[in-house]
C-alpha cells in the first residue's frame, strides 16, 4: 500500500553520500586491522602488557590532575575563588 502523498515525492539521490560512507568505513576497517595486528605484536613481544580491569562501580573513573585556572575563571570569580 503507498504512502499517503498528495503528489507522489521523489527521494533525492544519496548516492555519492552512500559511496562516501562505504569508502570511511573501508579506511576505518583497514586501520583496526593493521592496529589490531600491531598491538598482537607489541603483546607478543613482550614490549606491552594488559592493562589491570579497574573496580570501580559508576563506570569511567577520570582524574583531574592539574587545576586549571582560565582567564576566564579569574575575571569571573577573582583569584582565590576555590577557597
Not at 595486528?37 to 602488557?49: P, T
Request: glycine residues 6%; without cysteine.
Amino acid at each position: 500500500m503507498p504512502l499517503a502523498f498528495r503528489s507522489r515525492p521523489i527521494p533525492p539521490n544519496n548516492r555519492s553520500l552512500a559511496v562516501k560512507r562505504l569508502s570511511h568505513l573501508r579506511t576505518f576497517l583497514e586501520y583496526k586491522e593493521h592496529y589490531s595486528q600491531f598491538a598482537e605484536g607489541m603483546l607478543k613481544d613482550g614490549h606491552a602488557e594488559l592493562a589491570a580491569e579497574m573496580a570501580i562501580s559508576g563506570g569511567r573513573h577520570l582524574e583531574n590532575v592539574y587545576d586549571v585556572i582560565t582567564p576566564w575563571q579569574v575575571a569571573q570569580f577573582g583569584r582565590n575563588f576555590r577557597t
